[in-house]
């Protein structure tokens, strides 16, 4: 069962930089997407807003546990441009996520659409979970 | 929905429909030019969604990033010189499934903007690509800047 949330307000929500342990090696701002995850007994579902970012221009790794979601953007400015206000920063995009579940990596599938990363993450036989039979 | 943003220029701002306004937007004006808006990012109206305005000497050009909002959710509109921006960003929400985060807002939004010249509102295009959209306004040719030969 899907719904929609509707008739709420959106709250205007500022762009967080990515601070700290990963430093990157080029120049520019690198912001952390928002993210929706969820989880059925399958799979794992990843939704990232990465508003900007081509479908070509997106990288995802799986490894040791660790998911890293990378984009790329392509200056979309023209060079004749002059800045009249300027309330968001555009830059890349980069986040990190420990999975505990054991992923099928062969079966990862992702999207990208309007602007928004869609992942799922199938689960590996072993971590579905099993119903134990128990006898008397 | 209340529609919001009458407010929301703040490098050009207060521009309404009423004249008591105006005048106290010209006195602004003459406070706020003095100080370069592209020296301050992260002013903003604080109403969704966030805008970067451009100009070149024929157009003004807004952007704005509306990650997984489609085109038939969004309503563009002018008068005037102020042009709203509104719609609906739906997220589908998966009931039966657990949730480990919901960092994504979704939910109706409005948001007007004067701009700081008139414009040509029959040649006003907009397009949404990758969540980002762009929407080029091309400035009425009074507006438009004209270099005088000097003799």
Same mark, same amino acid.
């Given at each position: 069962m899907t719904h929609h949330d509707e008739g709420k307000e959106i709250q205007v929500g500022k762009k967080h930089e990515v601070s700290g342990a990963t430093e990157q090696t080029r120049s520019g701002p690198v912001f952390i997407p928002p993210v929706d995850i969820f989880e059925s007994e399958n799979e794992i579902n990843l939704m990232a807003d990465m508003p900007g970012v081509k479908s070509g221009d997106v990288d995802i790794d799986l490894r040791e546990n660790v998911l890293t979601i990378a984009g790329e953007i392509t200056p979309f400015e023209g060079g004749n441009e002059e800045d009249l206000l300027i309330e968001y920063e555009v830059g890349r995009y980069f986040r990190q996520f420990t999975i505990p579940e054991l992923i099928d990596q062969e079966k990862i599938d992702a999207q990208l659409s309007e602007g928004v990363l869609k992942l799922i993450l199938p689960k590996a036989e072993k971590a579905k979970p099993r119903k134990i039979e128990i006898r008397s | 929905m209340i529609s919001r943003g009458l407010w929301n220029f703040p490098a050009y701002g207060l521009r309404?429909?009423?004249e008591e306004l105006d005048r106290m937007k010209r006195h602004l004006d003459q406070v706020f030019h003095q100080v370069e808006p592209s020296r301050l990012p992260g002013t903003t109206a604080g109403v969704f969604p966030l805008i970067n305005l451009t100009e070149t000497p024929e157009a003004f050009v807004l952007r704005a990033e509306l990650p997984g909002v489609s085109a038939e959710d969004l309503? %563009?509109?002018?008068? $005037?010189?102020?042009?709203? %921006?509104? $719609?609906?960003?739906r997220i589908a929400v998966d009931r039966s499934a657990k949730y480990h985060r919901r960092e994504r807002e979704a939910g109706r939004f409005s948001r007007a903007i004067a701009l700081p010249g008139e414009i040509d509102r029959d040649k006003v295009t907009a397009e949404l690509k990758e969540g980002i959209l762009q929407v080029t306004i091309p400035k009425a040719e009074v507006a438009k800047p004209r270099k005088i030969d000097i003799k």
């Open positions: - | 309404t429909h009423f309503d %563009i509109q002018t008068m $005037g010189r102020n042009l709203t %921006i509104s $719609g609906e960003r």
